[in-house]
């Protein structure tokens, strides 16, 4: 069980960070992108934020299950998202780059590889999703079942430009 509780999401300094992205970069600003964290701790959102920050993350998972659950649409190819860190303040823009839906299961070595967690070989990354996705299944009160529907994105940085991915 996850037992340092996140921030609340900071979502007029994400907003913010928003603005300049796109002002930099001459993207629409009619987009509203989604504020999220990574993980379902301030430990784990940090971690893996790091991760990001550091280059080692571009792919990340989550239940199909878990958008429903909180009223967001499925990202799309193209879409952003602002990361925050486990307080809840913003730190960077991602943008989706490609996504697909399918069981835990049929997560390869690639995507294993390039979610950068762990070993980054595939069966430490099912087993560590597999038991993330029970935790966060029974906290909602429902079941993890080996058919639930996972998407599977990869990303890349694009703000602010000091950890941008290049290119």
Same mark, same amino acid.
């Given at each position: ?28 600003? $009619? ?7 990574? =993980? %379902?701790? &301030?430990?784990?959102? #940090? /971690?893996?934020? +790091? ?46 780059? $490609? ?7 049929? =997560? %390869?070595? &690639?995507?294993?590889? #390039? /979610?950068?967690? +762990? ?49």
């Amino acid at each position: 069980m996850a037992t340092d509780q996140p921030g609340d999401l900071d979502r007029t300094a994400a907003l913010a960070m928003w603005r300049d992205y796109a002002a930099a970069s001459g993207h629409p600003r $009619e987009e509203e992108p989604a504020v999220e964290r990574f =993980g %379902d701790s &301030a430990g784990l959102a #940090d /971690e893996l934020l +790091g991760s990001v920050l550091a280059g080692t993350k571009r792919a990340t998972a989550a239940l199909v299950a878990d958008f429903a659950a909180d009223g967001q649409p499925l990202p799309r190819i193209g879409g952003h998202w602002i990361a925050c860190d486990g307080a809840g303040t913003p730190r960077c823009v991602l943008r989706t780059t $490609e996504l697909r839906l399918g069981p835990l299961a049929s =997560g %390869d070595d &690639a995507f294993a590889w #390039d /979610e950068g967690e +762990g070993d980054r070989t595939r069966a430490s990354w099912l087993d560590a999703h597999e038991r993330y996705f029970r935790r966060t299944q029974a906290a909602r009160g429902q079941a993890w079942d080996d058919d639930l529907e996972v998407v599977f994105e990869r990303f890349r940085v694009v703000w602010p430009p000091e950890v941008a991915d290049r290119g």
